[in-house]
């Protein structure tokens, strides 16, 4: 609580603040806005990442590639991480192993492949709970799993992101690649939903 009588600015003013120094320092904050703004809404989406899982469902030879090389699966498929995104780990969902990605630091995922982190990923209650009490945080949050299910967790690192291969649903043998990406979800590439 703020005990000072001095007046807090608002949030509209210390974002004109910060923008009118970057301003004064040459720099284009409005230009990057918009470019990140298109960058995030555009480009860095979950279709990413859902076709990386679609298409590994559907060939073999690249589900193997996803698993054991994921930056090369990555450039195969034409997408890109950021030079500091140094390994991209693919974690196989099975009929016994549930795994589930966080960030207890702050909010890394592989941003450019299964899009920017929901609101609930960065909030401390997830980060903090999902490490010791997963199965009970995932339960709240709508996915109860079979109690003989082992629940793994990985958490992110600055230089190392997950993505989540969920399980292919049954039913789904005659969908095509493009069909079977409508089924994946961001929630279902970090672990707290399935297919
Ligand atoms: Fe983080």
New binding site residues.
């Given amino acids: 609580m703020n005990t000072d009588t001095t007046p807090i600015a608002t949030i509209e003013q210390r974002l004109d603040a910060i923008q009118t120094v970057l301003q004064r320092h040459g720099m284009q904050p409005t230009e990057f806005i918009n470019t990140f703004d298109e960058l995030a809404h555009e480009h860095w989406v979950p279709a990413n990442g859902a076709g990386l899982i679609a298409r590994a469902w559907t060939d073999p030879a690249f589900k193997q590639l996803l698993l054991t090389d994921g930056m090369a699966a990555i450039r195969e498929a034409g997408l890109r991480m950021p030079p500091h995104h140094r390994h991209f780990v693919v974690l196989e969902n099975t009929a016994d192993i549930h795994n589930v990605i966080c ?1 207890t ?4 995922t592989a941003f450019t492949i299964i899009g920017l982190p929901p609101d609930w990923y960065k909030d401390l209650a997830y980060r903090s709970r999902v490490v010791r009490e997963a199965r009970t945080v995932l339960r709240e949050m709508g996915l109860d799993l079979p109690a003989q299910t082992q629940i793994r967790v990985w958490d ?1 690192t600055a230089d190392t992101r997950y993505m989540v291969m969920p399980q292919r649903p049954s039913g789904t043998e005659a969908l095509s690649v493009e069909q079977l990406t409508a089924l994946i979800s961001k929630d279902a590439l970090i672990g707290v939903a399935l297919i």
């Fill in positions: 960030c630091l702050c909010s890394c992110t």
